[in-house]
C-alpha cells in the first residue's frame, strides 16, 4: 500500500561541515532497523557518504537520499554537505523538502555552514528544528551554544529539551513537552521519569514560555489564553505544529548520533510536527514557454508532474535523476513529458534510496522523493509531465560560481574526452560550470571553489581514464585609445603574375564605454572605388577581434576610411584588406593605446575581529571599498577588484578569517589598467608570442 502525502515528512539535514548530518542519518536508520550498526566517517562506512571521494576525504560532497518510516509515516532525509564549496547541494535540496534539521555542535556553536544553512531556509521559507549535537563531547556547551542561536536569531529559538549530564557521560535530557526526564539505553530507546526536583522550577519556566509563544502564533489560541490563562495539550500540539509551520518558533533539541541519545524522540518529533507536503494544498508552475501560472493542486488525483532536483552518473548505472513527485502518481510504465528537452520519457522501475541502495517501489505518491535511472535525455531542473497537462516548474537558483581555472588534457587527443566529461558533470551539477573561450583560446572550468573543482575534474579524470592540468586562466582584457590619431598603410605585392595593391588611410576615434566598434566611410573623390569600402572594413573589423597590444579584443572606437589609393589591375578585395588591417594597427599606435580590465564587485562577510585583515589585503589586490553595513553580527564589506588579482581568492579569505568568512562576486565593469602593469602584460604577452 503506498504511502498517502499527508503521511510523507521531507526534512533536509543542514548545518557545518562536521557536526554530525551524516551520522545523524546512520542513527535514524539504526533505531528504524534498516541499518544494524551504525556507520563510521573514518572507516568510510557511513549509508549517505558512499562515493570513493567522499570517503577519502572524510567530508559530504553531494546530498544523499535515506529514508525510514515510522508508525505509518515516512520520513525522507536528505543529508547535505555542510561545506561551503558544495552549497549547490544545499540550495537544490531547499527546493524540494518542506523542513530541516539544522545540526549546530556544542562544542562550536555558530559556524558559516550554520549561517549559510540559515539563510538558505529563510529564504526557501522552510521551518526548522535545531538539533544540538556532540553534547557526549567533553567540552560541550548547550547553555552557550543556545545563547549565541537567540542571540543571533532571536527568542523563537526555543529549547524543547536540555540535557541532564552533558558530557561523556550524557545519556538524559529533560523533556518539556512530555514534562519528563528521558534516559536513553544502549539501543537508542528511552525511559520516562518524574522531573528531578532541582529541575522542576527551569521546566516550569520553559513551559510557560512555550505556551506564550504558541498562543501568540494563533489568534484563537492567544484569545483563549487570556481568557484562562492555559491551553489543552491538543491545544499546545496543534499550536505548535502551525507555530513551526510559520517560523513563529524553532524548537531546540538535545542529541548525540554517535551514542544515539535523543534520535529516537527527535524521529518522534519530525514526525508529529514538521508539515506534510500537501501542508500548502497547492503549487505554482508556468505554462511551458511563457510567464502564465498555472496552479496545481498538491493531490494524487491531478495530473502527474515531477521536478528533477539533482542528477548524478554512478559507473555501472549510469545517469540517477532524484525527483520530487510535486503532483498526481508515478507507476512503472509512465510516460512523461520533458519540458525542457521535448523528450519523451519512458520510466521503467522506480526506487526510493538509501544512499546508494535502491528500494524499488510500486508507485510514488504526491509530495514523495524518489529515484529513476536511465532516462534519455533528463536531467537536473528539468519538469517532466503528462504530455496533455503541460506545466513547468521554477528551477534552483544556483550560486555564482567564485573560482575559475584553465584546463587541458595531459595527453594530446584526449580534449574531446574532457569536453564530455565536462558536459556531463554541469549537467549533473549547474553550479559547476564550463565555457570553451574562443577569445582567451581556452577552457575554463569555474565553480565554489577549489575543492568543488577538484572534487568534479577527478570525476572526469576517472571516468574517461584520461589526466587533466590546471592553469591560471587568461584576463580577457579589452583595447582601447585616449585620442583621435591617424595611420596609413599601403600594400603591395607583384612576385610574378597577378600583383596586389591597395593603399588606405584611416582615422581612428575614441567613443564612449560600451558604444562599440563603429566604421564609416569618409571618402571624397575617386582615388578609392567604393566597392572597396566593405574589403577595408573587413580588414579592420578582423584585426579588432585581436588588439595590437595583446591580441584582445579592440573596443569603442570610430574607424573612418578617409583616403587611399588603387591600381587599376592589381587592386582587389584582399589587398584593401590588409591595407585596412596595416593601417589600423598604425594609427591604434599613435591613438593612446591603453588596456581595459575586467572589474569584479564582490561582497564579503567576515565576523568583526577580521575586518582590519580583509580590509588590508582588498587595497593589497588594487581593491576599492565600495561599501560597509553589518547584519548585527558580520561585517558586510562590498568592493571591487580586478579580475586579475581575483584567482582563488576564495581560499585567500579563508586563510585570512580561518575559515569563517566568505564572499561572491558578479562582473561590473571595464576600467583602465594602470600603466606599469600594463607594460608588463604586454611585454609578457610579447615574449609568449616569440616563443611560441
Known amino acids: 500500500m503506498a504511502i498517502l502525502t499527508k503521511d510523507i515528512r521531507n526534512i533536509a539535514l543542514v548545518g557545518h561541515s562536521a557536526t554530525g548530518k551524516t551520522i545523524l542519518a546512520d542513527a535514524f536508520l539504526l533505531n528504524a532497523g534498516t541499518i544494524n550498526r551504525l556507520g563510521s566517517i573514518q572507516e568510510g562506512t557511513t549509508t549517505s557518504d558512499y562515493s570513493p571521494e567522499e570517503i577519502e576525504r572524510q567530508i559530504s560532497l553531494r546530498a544523499a537520499l535515506v529514508h525510514i518510516e515510522h508508525e505509518g509515516v515516512k520520513l525522507n532525509f536528505l543529508d547535505t554537505p555542510g561545506y561551503i564549496d558544495f552549497s549547490g547541494e544545499l540550495k537544490a535540496v531547499c527546493h524540494v523538502v518542506d523542513a530541516a534539521i539544522l545540526v549546530v555542535d556544542a562544542t562550536s556553536g555558530i559556524e558559516i555552514g550554520t549561517e549559510l544553512a540559515w539563510d538558505a531556509l529563510t529564504e526557501n521559507n522552510i521551518p526548522p528544528f535545531i538539533a544540538i549535537s556532540m553534547l ?9 551554544v543556545v545563547k549565541s542561536l537567540q542571540d543571533r536569531y532571536g527568542d523563537r529559538v526555543f529549547p524543547t529539551q536540555f540535557p541532564v549530564n552533558e558530557g561523556v557521560a550524557f545519556n538524559s535530557i529533560i523533556d518539556i513537552l512530555k514534562k519528563k526526564k528521558l534516559t536513553f539505553d ?10 528531578p526536583a532541582e529541575y522542576q522550577g527551569r521546566v516550569d519556566e520553559l513551559y510557560e514560555k512555550l505556551v506564550e509563544l504558541v498562543a501568540e502564533s494563533d489568534d484563537v489560541l492567544l484569545e483563549k489564553y487570556f481568557e484562562s490563562g492555559e491551553l489543552s495539550e491538543e491545544e499546545i500540539n496543534n499550536g505548535l505544529k502551525n507555530a513551526i509551520l510559520s517560523r513563529t518558533l524553532f524548537p531546540l533539541v538535545c542529541i548525540s548520533s554517535q551514542e544515539n541519545v535523543g534520535i529516537s524522540r527527535l524521529t518522534e518529533l519530525v514526525k508529529d510536527f514538521a508539515p506534510a507536503p500537501d501542508t500548502q494544498s497547492e503549487v505554482k508552475g508556468k505554462k511551458p514557454g511563457t510567464e502564465e501560472e498555472i496552479i496545481r493542486k498538491i493531490d494524487s488525483a491531478e495530473p502527474t508532474s515531477m521536478f528533477i532536483y ?13 525527483y520530487k513527485v510535486m503532483s498526481g502518481s508515478l507507476k512503472p510504465g509512465n510516460d512523461l513529458k520533458n519540458m525542457q528537452t521535448s523528450v519523451n520519457e519512458r520510466f521503467g522501475a522506480i526506487f526510493t534510496m538509501n544512499g546508494k541502495h535502491r528500494v524499488e517501489m510500486k508507485e510514488i505518491q504526491t509530495g514523495d522523493i524518489g529515484a529513476v535511472v536511465k ?3 533528463t536531467h537536473t531542473c528539468n519538469t517532466l509531465c503528462d504530455p496533455k497537462f503541460p506545466i513547468e516548474y521554477d528551477g534552483i537558483k544556483f550560486p555564482d560560481p567564485i573560482m575559475r581555472v584553465a584546463v587541458t588534457a595531459s595527453a594530446k587527443g584526449d580534449d574531446e574526452k574532457i569536453g564530455v566529461g565536462l558536459a556531463q558533470v554541469c549537467a549533473e551539477d549547474p553550479s559547476f560550470h564550463y565555457v570553451v573561450d574562443p577569445e582567451l583560446k581556452q577552457t575554463i572550468v569555474s565553480g565554489q571553489g577549489e575543492t568543488h573543482l577538484e572534487v568534479n575534474l577527478k570525476k572526469i579524470e576517472q571516468r574517461y581514464h584520461i589526466e587533466i592540468n590546471q592553469a591560471e586562466p587568461k584576463i580577457p582584457y579589452r583595447e582601447t585609445i585616449r585620442k583621435t590619431a591617424e595611420g596609413h598603410y599601403r600594400h603591395k605585392k607583384q612576385s610574378g603574375g597577378a600583383g596586389q595593391f591597395g593603399e588606405v588611410f584611416l582615422r581612428i576615434s575614441p567613443k564612449e564605454r560600451g558604444e562599440g566598434i563603429e566604421f564609416v566611410s569618409e571618402l571624397v573623390g575617386m582615388n578609392v ?3 572597396f569600402v566593405p574589403s577595408v572594413e573587413k580588414g579592420v573589423k578582423a584585426v579588432s577581434t585581436e588588439g595590437p597590444l595583446t591580441a584582445s579584443k579592440v573596443i569603442d572606437i570610430k574607424i573612418a576610411f578617409y583616403d587611399g589609393k588603387q591600381h587599376p589591375v592589381d587592386s582587389k578585395d584582399i589587398a584593401f584588406q590588409i591595407a585596412g588591417r596595416g593601417a589600423f594597427r598604425d594609427a591604434f599606435t599613435k591613438a593612446d593605446p591603453i588596456l581595459l580590465e575586467p572589474i569584479y564587485e564582490i561582497e564579503i562577510k567576515i565576523p568583526d575581529e577580521y575586518m582590519g585583515d580583509v580590509m588590508g589585503d582588498i587595497s593589497s589586490r588594487r581593491g576599492k571599498v565600495l561599501g560597509m553595513d553589518s547584519d548585527g553580527h558580520h561585517q558586510i564589506i562590498k568592493a571591487s577588484v580586478p579580475l586579475a588579482n581575483l584567482y582563488k581568492y576564495s581560499n585567500i579569505l579563508r586563510s585570512i578569517s580561518q575559515g569563517r568568512g566568505f564572499y561572491r562576486q558578479k562582473f561590473s565593469h571595464y576600467e583602465y589598467v594602470p600603466k606599469e602593469i600594463q607594460d608588463k602584460v604586454v611585454a609578457e604577452h610579447k615574449r609568449e608570442k616569440e616563443e611560441s
Open 136 to 144: 557526549d563531547k567533553e567540552h560541550a556547551d548547550f547553555n552557550g
Open 186 to 195: 544502549e539501543n537508542g530507546k528511552y525511559t520516562e521519569e518524574a522531573i
Open 310 to 322: 539533482k542528477s548524478i552518473y554512478e559507473q555501472h548505472l549510469g545517469e540517477i535523476s532524484f
Open 375 to 377: 532516462l534519455k535525455d
Open 529 to 531: 572605388d567604393r566597392s
